[in-house]
């Protein structure tokens, strides 16, 4: 289990990018609102599990808090250290900007394309051991390289250590990517959709090396993943939060069984609908939504960003946008952006919109 102190902390953090529409040419760009206004924190040894659509911002979301993504507002701290400001030339951090960026690692959807296809496995995974720990020689590299290899089940690790990629299966390159991210002893690996390109039959397989070399490293981990399923299992295992995302908000946070057993966002239903396995009905045939169709994240809804497909919105939904609001008063509180947490209020009293009604199903 975790500890308190975050490892890292993001505070109101926004991520927006310009985009043109290529129409014409003397429009002024548009603005797409990939991550708004989120605020989260990651404790030593915990797992967070990212869900949502496409386009919900999440994989955003998920290089902001490592680092590889500036955000355009908010902050994002390791260890009390602003990152992009120790990142300044001439800058004092209290953290060093070169440590920050070990500490902080990346898994990725396709670990094929991050490796390079004309160095050997070993050759791959000691290029960030010369860069980052220097007092190692060439016999203590490989004899750290060989043993992480057995330890994710490669053996012989001598035989793997001199493969290229092309002579591995995609899910030995996932391993060899695991590899890669804790040679750097990291506090944080963003998992960004890490299992999804690989068979079903292996998924449980990785996630299952992924938990028991999270435990023994006491690395934490950010999940990112469309699906609810791979989220479900990592969070659960871990004994840590699922978060659910939805138009560049994270809509509902909190301990993974919790999130799935009393959902409080209208949306984490319909994900809950959409997995067989955690469907709200058993043989529901009918998604708990009023419109299938996702909104224009350039363009984002007014008031509640899921008004438009809600079952429960009102016109109060339309508009005004809700606050976080805690379900409990845990250590790790369940939290969610929805009127419906509260007693009383305008929501209450608003008209509700066309298709949809202010009584729970």
């Not at 998604?287 to 919105?313: M, N, Q």
Request: hydrophobic share 35%; proline share 7%; charged share 25%.
């Amino acid at each position: 289990m975790s500890t308190d102190e975050p490892v890292v902390s993001m505070d109101g953090v926004d991520v927006h990018f310009e985009t043109e529409d290529g129409l014409n040419p003397f429009e002024d760009p548009r603005t797409v609102r990939a991550v708004d206004s989120v605020d989260l924190e990651i404790p030593e040894n915990d797992v967070v599990a990212i869900v949502g659509e496409s386009g919900s911002g999440k994989t955003t979301l998920g290089k902001a808090a490592v680092g590889l993504q500036r955000p355009t507002g908010g902050t994002v701290s390791y260890r009390g250290q602003d990152v992009w400001e120790a990142k300044k030339r001439f800058s004092n951090p209290s953290i060093p900007y070169d440590e920050i960026r070990r500490s902080l690692q990346i898994i990725h959807q396709d670990p094929g394309s991050s490796l390079n296809p004309h160095r050997t496995v070993e050759a791959s995974l000691a290029e960030p051991l010369k860069k980052y720990q220097t007092d190692l020689g060439p016999e203590d590299r490989e004899a750290r390289i060989l043993a992480m290899l057995e330890r994710v089940g490669m053996a012989p690790p001598h035989d793997y250590a001199q493969r290229y990629p092309h002579q591995l299966s995609g899910g030995e390159k996932q391993r060899v990517a695991l590899v890669r991210a804790l040679l750097m002893n990291p506090d944080l690996i963003l998992a960004d959709e890490a299992v999804s390109a690989l068979d079903v039959s292996l998924r449980v397989e990785v996630m299952d090396l992924m938990l028991d070399l999270q435990e023994q490293f006491d690395t934490s981990f950010l999940f990112i993943s469309h699906d609810l399923s791979n989220a479900r299992y990592l969070a659960e295992h871990a004994g840590g939060r699922l978060g659910v995302m939805y138009l560049g908000e994270l809509v509902e946070l909190g301990e993974a069984q919790e999130v799935l057993q009393n959902p409080q966002h209208p949306y984490t239903k319909v994900l809950k609908w959409a997995t067989p396995s955690l469907s709200l009905e058993e043989g529901a045939a009918e998604p708990p939504v009023r419109e299938i169709d996702i909104p224009d994240p350039v363009d984002p809804p007014s008031g509640c960003r899921f008004h438009t497909r809600c079952p429960h919105a009102t016109e109060h939904c339309k508009m005004t946008a809700p606050d976080v609001r805690s379900v409990d008063d845990g250590a790790r509180a369940h939290r969610a952006s929805c009127f419906r947490l509260e007693e009383d209020g305008e929501y209450w009293e608003s008209e509700p919109l066309e298709g949809a009604q202010l009584d729970e199903e």
